[in-house]
């Protein structure tokens, strides 16, 4: 996970994000936390005094040659080179300071460390030299040795990784953490990237797609049974999925990812499926003259072998994937517990809740079909087509 914080003010950024920091540290979840950044880079300081440097004859620039020489080489304040006569090819010449004091004569000076700075000399006159201490200050201080920037403002970011938690539980974590730090300097923005982000939009996709899948059945289910009663009664059974998938994940202690949710889908269509056949015979039924209550008894009874063999071979074959048997068995597990878990809500729900709801809704319904398609046999248009108009009681076409 990474949480960015950027913004015009550095300084206050990095403020905020110290609290951040504090926050996360102690969340047990997380591990290998620290700023992307280097935020504390050792530096040495060296402020020229302007007006020391001008009663010298100095400029900033004749300081800043003398130090760049004195600590990198010369080749970057003055390129020189040297080609031989012999065979013409050129060499670069560089004069350069050593760094070590390994084996050198006791008359070379060696730079190293901040009070030899002081020393450089940056002008020799006739019967002294001007030296760096004299003209500026030397002095230890810290920077950032690295500014990242995303559109163009500079950002503070804090990187870690999760150990013993899902992810979705580590996000709300973080989540928690960060309202603790409190509000962030104004005109900044925070934002949770890693793989959060991917996540949190993974599972509102499916969660949308999987509400649409319901309404788009229910609407199929209307246009094929020309009735919402009908359709409304067959949807019943999707709360039942719902809740069974829901408790095996929680039975089990398995995660709501993307397995498991393509499981919820997949026990869904097998329990719509079930659910389409025992309303389609029980509405027979009643429309053959049963009463609701008898239709429906009528309709589960004789739909029971179909709705149990098309229910117990599907567990049957999920069974071994929702046990997590063989090589990776553990990452497709999720999607066969979660269709474990919702075709048996779902089975008993086709049998013992449907019917009931079906008898509930359809008690007071007529036999008359709803439907406006004129070649409906059962229609009240095609009647009146064949025996002619219907008529009211005094004798005017209906």
Same mark, same amino acid.
């Given at each position: 996970?990474?949480?960015?914080?950027?913004? %015009?003010?550095?300084?206050?950024?990095?403020?905020?994000?110290?609290?951040?920091?504090?926050?996360?540290?102690?969340?047990?979840?997380?591990?290998?936390?620290?700023?992307?950044?280097?935020?504390?880079?050792?530096?040495?300081?060296?402020?020229?005094?302007?007006?020391?440097?001008?009663?010298?004859?100095?400029?900033?620039?004749?300081?800043?040659?003398?130090?760049?020489?004195?600590?990198?080489?010369?080749?970057?304040?003055?390129?020189?080179?040297?080609?031989?006569?012999?065979?013409?090819?050129?060499?670069?010449?560089?004069?350069?300071?050593?760094?070590?004091?390994?084996?050198?004569?006791?008359?070379?000076?060696?730079?190293? !460390?901040?009070?030899?700075?002081?020393?450089? +000399?940056?002008?020799?006159?006739?019967?002294?030299?001007?030296?760096?201490?004299?003209?500026?200050?030397?002095?230890?201080?810290?920077?950032?040795?690295?500014?990242?920037?995303?559109?163009?403002?500079?950002?503070? !970011?804090?990187?870690?990784?999760?150990?013993?938690?899902?992810?979705?539980?580590?996000?709300?974590?973080?989540?928690?953490?960060?309202?603790?730090?409190?509000?962030?300097?104004?005109?900044?923005?925070?934002?949770?990237?890693?793989?959060?982000?991917?996540?949190?939009?993974?599972?509102?996709?499916?969660?949308?797609?999987?509400?649409?899948?319901?309404?788009?059945?229910?609407?199929?289910?209307?246009?094929?049974?020309?009735?919402?009663?009908?359709?409304?009664?067959?949807?019943?059974?999707?709360?039942?999925?719902?809740?069974?998938?829901?408790?095996?994940?929680?039975?089990?202690?398995?995660?709501?990812?993307?397995? !498991?949710?393509?499981?919820?889908?997949?026990?869904?269509?097998?329990?719509?499926?079930?659910?389409?056949?025992?309303?389609?015979?029980?509405?027979?039924?009643?429309? =053959?003259?049963?009463?609701? %209550?008898?239709?429906?008894?009528?309709?589960?009874?004789?739909?029971?072998?179909?709705?149990?063999?098309?229910?117990?071979?599907?567990?049957?074959?999920?069974? %071994?994937?929702?046990?997590?048997?063989?090589?990776?068995?553990?990452?497709?597990?999720?999607?066969?517990?979660?269709?474990?878990?919702?075709?048996?809500?779902?089975?008993?729900?086709?049998?013992?809740?449907? +019917? !009931?709801?079906?008898?509930?809704?359809?008690?007071?319904?007529?036999?008359?079909?709803?439907?406006?398609?004129?070649?409906?046999?059962?229609?009240?248009?095609?009647?009146?087509?064949?025996?002619?108009?219907?008529?009211?009681?005094?004798?005017?076409? =209906?």
């Amino acid at each position: 996970m990474e949480i960015a914080v950027a913004g %015009p003010d550095f300084a206050e950024n990095r403020k905020y994000a110290q609290k951040v920091y504090d926050e996360l540290a102690a969340l047990p979840t997380l591990r290998d936390l620290q700023f992307a950044q280097s935020l504390d880079y050792p530096t040495i300081e060296v402020n020229v005094d302007r007006e020391k440097a001008g009663l010298a004859g100095l400029t900033p620039v004749d300081v800043s040659r003398a130090l760049v020489t004195a600590t990198s080489s010369s080749r970057f304040t003055t390129p020189n080179f040297w080609a031989d006569p012999k065979t013409g090819i050129g060499y670069q010449v560089q004069v350069e300071i050593p760094r070590t004091v390994v084996r050198l004569p006791d008359n070379v000076e060696v730079v190293d !460390s901040a009070s030899d700075l002081e020393l450089i +000399p940056l002008k020799h006159g006739e019967f002294s030299s001007v030296l760096m201490r004299d003209v500026a200050q030397v002095s230890r201080g810290t920077m950032p040795g690295q500014y990242d920037r995303y559109n163009m403002k500079r950002q503070v !970011s804090l990187t870690a990784n999760i150990v013993g938690a899902d992810l979705g539980r580590v996000s709300r974590q973080i989540t928690g953490a960060m309202k603790r730090a409190g509000d962030p300097p104004r005109g900044s923005l925070v934002e949770i990237r890693g793989q959060i982000p991917p996540m949190r939009q993974m599972q509102n996709g499916l969660a949308v797609g999987l509400g649409l899948a319901v309404v788009v059945v229910f609407l199929l289910l209307t246009a094929n049974f020309q009735s919402l009663r009908l359709a409304l009664t067959t949807v019943s059974t999707v709360p039942a999925v719902i809740a069974g998938v829901v408790l095996i994940l929680f039975l089990t202690q398995t995660t709501l990812n993307i397995q !498991s949710f393509i499981g919820a889908i997949m026990a869904i269509g097998v329990a719509m499926a079930n659910a389409i056949l025992l309303v389609t015979f029980a509405e027979q039924s009643r429309r =053959a003259g049963a009463d609701a %209550p008898a239709a429906a008894v009528q309709g589960a009874g004789s739909r029971l072998r179909a709705v149990l063999m098309t229910s117990c071979a599907m567990i049957a074959g999920m069974l %071994p994937m929702a046990l997590a048997f063989g090589e990776a068995g553990q990452q497709n597990a999720p999607l066969g517990r979660a269709v474990v878990g919702g075709l048996a809500a779902a089975t008993a729900a086709t049998l013992f809740v449907l +019917p !009931s709801v079906f008898a509930l809704i359809q008690r007071r319904a007529s036999t008359d079909s709803p439907s406006l398609d004129p070649d409906d046999p059962a229609s009240v248009h095609y009647a009146g087509s064949l025996h002619g108009p219907v008529t009211g009681d005094s004798g005017v076409p =209906a």
